[in-house]
């Protein structure tokens, strides 16, 4: 699976839209992008994922760029329960791969 | 629809003790995947298991460390004599071989937090 560089933390104001950029420059063309989040010690929950297309849902978007070396989620309208860990993914679609978790983007929303 | 169960949430064992962790998957959900969090640090892979198979347990410790997930009933992680250094949140994740939409999405739970004394 390709590798993917997130930058450490970021801070957003409450209200405003969140962009967490994601580069994955070794994608390869099967390889889906996917977005987790860790909210404190929680659970990780599943956010969004695309292949080539931006996609959409009532949580997030996900732009992906032409070529597909780089990503972006975007949270509309973030709230202070949105500061959470956000990991971004690569990842063959393929029976018998497991997901390979790398440090993230802290995202501090901020009052 | 429940979600991935795991239980116990909380865990306290002394040295040398077993631990058993267990994860329900989601109903319709044939694969189960563990993960460890040591305090302050990222989600470890461990073990990737689907019923009665073991598929990928490239990050599973050599020693101590087994896993389980048999035709019925829960997946289990088992810790056998546990050590300080085994305190971490453990957490289970489930997904459906999902063809029609192409992939293939976790579900994890809310974990289960080994403190050993």
């Known amino acids: 699976d390709a590798k993917t560089t997130q930058p450490p933390s970021m801070d957003c104001a409450e209200g405003r839209a969140a962009n967490l950029p994601c580069n994955h420059s070794t994608i390869s063309g099967n390889e889906y992008v996917y977005w987790y989040r860790q909210i404190h010690s929680q659970g990780p929950q599943y956010i969004i994922h695309?292949?080539?297309n931006n996609e959409t849902n009532e949580m997030a978007s996900l732009i992906i760029t032409e070529d597909r070396k780089s990503s972006t989620l975007i949270l509309p309208h973030a709230t202070l329960r949105d500061t959470a860990v956000y990991y971004c993914i690569v990842r063959v679609d393929n029976y018998g791969q497991n997901f390979v978790f790398g440090p993230g983007t802290r995202l501090s929303v901020l009052p | 629809n429940a979600g991935v169960m795991q239980n116990p949430r909380h865990l306290v064992r002394r040295r040398g003790q077993e631990a058993r962790l267990r994860c329900s998957p989601m109903k319709g959900h044939s694969h189960v995947y563990w993960y460890r969090q040591l305090p302050e640090e990222g989600l470890k892979f461990m073990v990737y298991l689907q019923k009665e198979n073991i598929i990928d347990e490239s990050g599973m410790p050599k020693e101590r460390f087994s896993a389980e997930f048999p035709k019925e009933g829960p997946s289990i992680l088992r810790i056998q004599q546990v050590v300080r250094g085994d305190s971490a949140a453990y957490f289970c994740a489930s997904s459906p071989w999902d063809r029609s939409s192409g992939a293939n999405v976790l579900t994890f739970g809310a974990g289960s937090r080994l403190t050993v004394l």
């Open positions: 695309g292949l080539k």
